[in-house]
């Protein structure tokens, strides 16, 4: 369904009893609510959870920026290499103000958030600017921004900024995705390939929006450090992250845990930058554990 959150209209997903406890799933760079696998969220909603995942704006069925200048990638790329203001058409607190707005549209005062990768950027900004609408913080396979941190590896930096070989070709575009979940998914539970390229498939021709990406990757790199206010968060945070994380390497986690007091931290042997399915009830248990202790 349609929602107008605030001034933007999102694509939300509303999963489970009304009744149950209200957990807003955020997804990361590029990624559709898809990325929330049915079977997932079944397991949440199982668990007590009523699960709202929606597309975050520009991605997905949600609004377009397309009215929005995007600066040259490029360009952004290297002022971001030597430390200078990247400009960005929108904020991930713009995208934060945005999540809440779903709160706001289906009238929850407050609730869980679980976010993956830039979801969990986002869910930092909502903790720290909205605190009395989120209950509990799972932070799953992200960081803090810091630039003390190490990257992704030349190999997974190139893919992420290639594109298919024939951008008009549907075939194309999922074998470019195929390849670029291959190298960053986790290699002790790799997807078997016929359901990895089904799932694929379906996305992209639910939406296919580079543009967009584009732009949610200039709002990372806008954002910053956000290391001097994580210290002041006060609410139960739960750290998922795999040991074998391509893309955010697992020194992103233990970052994170020395700078929020208090926080719960699993790191998972042999998981990447991905949520596989044989790793669902590890992280409904986890999500599970910091909303107890709300």
């Not at 209209?9 to 990624?31: A, C, F, K, N, R």
């Not at 968060?233 to 020395?258: M, Y």
Request: hydrophobic share 45%; net charge positive; aromatic share 6%.
């Amino acid at each position: 369904m349609k929602l107008g959150c605030g001034k933007v209209y999102l694509e939300v997903e509303d999963h489970g009893s009304p009744q149950g406890e209200p957990l807003l799933l955020i997804m990361g760079l590029g990624m559709q609510l898809l990325a929330w696998h049915e079977g997932l969220v079944a397991q949440l909603v199982a668990a007590g959870f009523r699960v709202i995942r929606f597309d975050n704006r520009d991605i997905g069925l949600s609004q377009p920026f397309d009215h929005c200048a995007t600066p040259p990638l490029a360009a952004e790329a290297f002022k971001f290499a030597f430390g200078m203001p990247v400009k960005s058409p929108y904020s991930l607190q713009d995208m934060a103000d945005d999540a809440i707005g779903v709160l706001d549209a289906l009238g929850i005062r407050a609730a869980h958030v679980c976010g993956a990768s830039m979801g969990g950027m986002i869910a930092q900004h909502m903790a720290a600017q909205h605190a009395d609408r989120v209950r509990s913080l799972s932070l799953l396979m992200t960081s803090s921004g810091s630039r003390r941190l190490p990257g992704p590896s030349l190999k997974v930096r190139a893919a992420m900024f290639s594109r298919p070989a024939d951008p008009r070709d549907t075939d194309s575009v999922i074998a470019h995705y195929v390849r670029l979940y291959r190298l960053i998914g986790s290699p002790a539970y790799p997807s078997e390939e016929g359901e990895l390229q089904a799932r694929v498939r379906r996305a992209v021709q639910r939406s296919y929006r580079p543009q967009g990406t584009a732009r949610q990757l200039l709002a990372i790199a806008a954002d910053g450090d956000r290391s001097p206010w994580l210290g002041r968060l006060a609410l139960p945070v739960q750290l998922i992250h795999g040991r074998k994380d391509p893309l955010v390497p697992v020194a992103a986690a233990h970052d994170l845990a020395a700078l929020i007091g208090g926080a719960a931290l699993d790191l998972v042997d042999g998981m990447g930058h991905d949520l596989p399915a044989p790793l669902w009830p590890r992280f409904v248990a986890g999500i599970g554990a910091a909303a107890g202790r709300a």
